[in-house]
């Protein structure tokens, strides 16, 4: 009676001189330490903070969140103002300054005491691999004007529901597979409705934009080495769909689990990953 007494003395006096009121937990019968991780924003534009910052007791293995609410950093400036591209997360630190320790999305570490993770942006103002202003990434920036009606290429957010067949009939569509034919190509050339790929493109429609277009061979080629190369956009080790025709039964593809192009039949499932320019 008398060890009960003053074990609840002891918790009494603990409570009341803690700052905050979870700061310790009851586990077996002993008061043990407990510590929040707090994901803060750091000025985001766009996104949200990630859920899950929760109480952890002392030396308890926390798991890193990831970036899972799309936060984004400052628009770029310069040369780019106006164009709605925004830096892109890299990673949390300590501090907000990026020059603490940093803590990469999925590690882990103990925790000791209360900590704030600050999410960390890119700053220079290079378009390349920044977010566009539908969600994507930006995998093409024309710096010698060759085309005058856009600066730039962005890919969608995600992947197209599922794998859908190119089209369903065997026609020479007369596609190109330059850098700018994709656009020509799937609103121009692949118009019949038997073109599957070039219908659901074409009805895409991330943040309010809805003018994408199914990548030639050469814009799907740079959304390989661009993005999938350096671990960013979230694409599949599948293969996909280029808007470019190899002969009237099959169409250039791209392996993206190694980059290596093939040439696949029209009426085969693939993967699509859209594309829009502005």
């Not at 803590?103 to 103002?125: H, K, M, Q, R």
Request: charged share 20%.
């Amino acid at each position: 009676m008398k060890k009960t007494f003053i074990a609840s003395l002891i918790m009494l006096f603990a409570f009341n001189a803690c700052e905050r009121e979870d700061m310790y937990s009851i586990v077996s019968g002993y008061l043990i330490p407990s510590y929040r991780v707090t994901y803060n924003g750091n000025g985001n534009l766009l996104g949200t903070i990630p859920s899950g910052s929760g109480k952890y007791l002392s030396g308890e293995t926390v798991t890193v969140l990831g970036n899972n609410g799309n936060l984004t950093g400052p628009y770029l400036e310069g040369a780019h103002v106006g164009s709605g591209i925004m830096q892109r997360f890299i990673t949390w630190n300590t501090l907000e300054d990026g020059t603490g320790t940093d803590y990469p999305p999925g590690s882990t570490f103990e925790i000791t005491e209360d900590i704030t993770l600050y999410a960390i942006y890119t700053s220079d103002n290079d378009p390349l691999r920044k977010i566009g202003p539908a969600g994507g990434y930006i995998f093409y920036h024309d710096t010698a004007d060759e085309y005058p009606s856009w600066t730039y290429l962005e890919s969608a957010p995600l992947d197209e529901s599922g794998t859908l067949a190119w089209s369903t009939v065997n026609v020479t569509r007369g596609t190109q597979e330059d850098i700018g034919e994709g656009f020509p190509n799937t609103h121009t050339r692949m118009v019949a409705t038997e073109d599957t790929a070039a219908d659901v493109v074409i009805n895409a429609e991330y943040s309010g934009f809805d003018d994408w277009f199914l990548p030639s061979r050469n814009e799907l080629n740079r959304m390989y080495n661009e993005l999938k190369e350096n671990g960013l956009g979230g694409f599949a080790d599948a293969t996909y769909w280029s808007s470019t025709e190899f002969d009237a039964s099959n169409v250039r593809t791209q392996l993206f689990l190694n980059g290596n192009e093939n040439v696949q039949l029209k009426s085969n499932p693939m993967r699509i990953r859209a594309a829009r320019a502005f």
